[in-house]
């Protein structure tokens, strides 16, 4: 069985100004590396102005979470002053499927390294605070197709076992449904009894 693992509850953010240099944390839940880096592009889109924005984040690549996917980068900041600091913040307290991003707006005041080393680690450990921590199970994204005359069933299923989906009512219904690991041949297999087999069943994208 998959091991459970921790991460944050909700994206959050935290604010805190050091010598005149503004910083921001943000934190948020992803499920895969290319929500991670959604995530952080999208942070760094919408704070462009910013002096740096300094990503980090730990992701699982397999289900059992043996295989962990680790990325940081300084963005700029003196090398190892920043994207580790932020990254070791996540390590320390093992979260996993999270990631961070810290904006820095400069203030005129050169921090050194030891400064923005704790500047950095407040800015993630500020944000998973605000954030909560929560124990998850691993998850994984399904796509269940079915025609109209089927779509009733299917939501009833998704409803009244409480999984997290939604639906795309076009030609066909499309549900994208988050399904604990341990539960989706189970779901798998009772939609295709429910639909005597009138059901395309895929992996959704992330």
Not at 123 to 145: C, L, N, Y
């Amino acid at each position: 069985m998959s091991r459970t693992f921790e991460t944050i509850a909700e994206p959050a953010t935290a604010e805190f100004v050091v010598q005149g240099s503004e910083f921001i944390g943000h934190a948020r839940p992803v499920d895969s590396v290319d929500a991670a880096e959604a995530f952080v592009a999208r942070i760094r889109e919408e704070y462009a102005d910013a002096t740096h924005n300094v990503p980090a984040y730990r992701v699982r690549a397999d289900a059992d979470g043996e295989l962990l996917r680790e990325y940081s980068s300084d963005d700029g900041e003196p090398s190892g002053s920043a994207g580790k600091p932020a990254l070791n913040v996540l390590e320390q307290r093992d979260l996993e499927n999270c990631a961070v991003v810290v904006t820095r707006y400069f203030g005129g005041t050169e921090l050194g390294v030891g400064g923005l080393v704790r500047a950095y680690s407040r800015a993630v450990k500020d944000a998973v605070d605000a954030a909560g921590v929560v124990e998850e199970r691993p998850h994984e994204r399904v796509s269940v197709t079915v025609e109209y005359d089927d779509s009733g069933t299917v939501r009833g299923i998704l409803e009244s076992e409480g999984y997290e989906f939604d639906a795309d009512y076009a030609a066909d219904v499309t549900f994208d449904v988050r399904v604990p690991l341990e539960e989706a041949d189970a779901l798998r297999d009772r939609l295709r009894s429910a639909t005597s087999g009138r059901v395309d069943l895929g992996k959704a994208d992330e």
